[in-house]
């Protein structure tokens, strides 16, 4: 559970624990009231995002900083962290 900004460095360093595996790379969906974002990560270690919605969508995924993951992360904690008690229990 996210609640404090440490927290999501332990999520970033752990996230594998949370995300399925597709075979080639980690993802992890969060699912907001207007738009889905797929967070992956790659085993060279690297992140990447992709979103859809009704008026948007990426056609390709989008490299990330662990900056950038790092805030969306906290912007989202609410969501992620409802998805990782579903994953949990």
């Known amino acids: 559970m996210i609640k404090r900004k440490a927290d999501v460095k332990e999520f970033i360093y752990g996230f594998c624990l949370h995300a399925k595996w597709d075979g080639k790379k980690f993802y992890f969906v969060i699912n907001l009231p207007e738009v889905t974002i797929t967070l992956m990560q790659y085993t060279e270690g690297y ?5 859809i919605s009704e008026l948007l969508c990426d ?3 989008i490299p990330i900083s662990e900056g950038e993951i790092t805030n969306l992360i906290w912007k989202y ?9 579903v994953t949990v229990s």
């Open 77 to 85: 904690r609410k969501y992620i962290n409802q998805s990782t008690r």
């Open 47 to 51: 992140f990447t995002i992709h979103r």
């Open 59 to 61: 056609i390709y995924e």
